[in-house]
């Protein structure tokens, strides 16, 4: 009976050294830590998504644009056609293209191709842009050339995105593989340490 309260305090006292230093780490600089972390791969994902749907959208929008081309190959269209049927084939970009035919009909261009640097922002954007400026200055044929080369870029940049991803999470799994042998180990260590103080109290009985 004297052995278990004395076994019974020894596991209170140590819960009592340690209890409160655990209590602190947890409810005070760990959780404090994991909402900063939560709160940026929340912006990321935002940020992420902003720059994603707009830059899915001109792919989209070169697609367009090359099959107008191919159509009437014959027959070349205008910039304002372009911008029109843009529009109208739009979502998320809708007010961006219509801005654009708003500033091409009052005789300001150069303005209408820059919008998409100032609405969207990304690289692909300001590439998409340099291709619309000379709208009135390529034929057909060189228009299609001009959206091949354009999606061909965004492309290449999904292929490397996708790569770097897979690569960081392999890192993410070999570090959480290191994390849980870690964990394994010092919890083996924990249990040899307790079963050698009960050895201990014990042999004080004996």
Request: charged share 25%.
């Amino acid at each position: 009976m004297i052995y278990f309260m004395i076994v019974g305090v020894y596991m209170t006292g140590m819960f009592l050294a340690y209890g409160e230093k655990i209590e602190k780490r947890l409810s005070g600089q760990k959780i404090k830590d994991f909402a900063e972390k939560g709160s940026n791969e929340l912006s990321k994902w935002i940020v992420k998504n902003k720059r994603e749907i707009p830059d899915r959208e001109l792919f989209r929008s070169s697609i367009i644009l090359k099959n107008l081309s191919l159509v009437r190959r014959e027959s070349p269209f205008s910039a304002d056609y372009i911008y029109e049927k843009l529009m109208e084939n739009s979502g998320y970009l809708r007010p961006m293209y219509a801005e654009m035919l708003s500033l091409y009909r009052s005789g300001r261009d150069d303005e209408a191709s820059r919008v998409p640097v100032v609405f969207v922002g990304t690289k692909a954007a300001k590439n998409f842009a340099l291709i619309l400026s000379k709208l009135d200055k390529l034929n057909p044929d060189e228009l299609v050339q001009q959206m091949s080369i354009f999606q061909d870029s965004m492309i290449e940049k999904q292929v490397t995105y996708a790569v770097k991803r897979v690569q960081r999470n392999s890192i993410i799994i070999s570090a959480l593989s290191a994390t849980s042998v870690f964990a394994l180990l010092i919890n083996f260590v924990v249990v040899v340490v307790f079963m050698d103080s009960l050895s201990m109290i014990s042999s004080m009985f004996i």
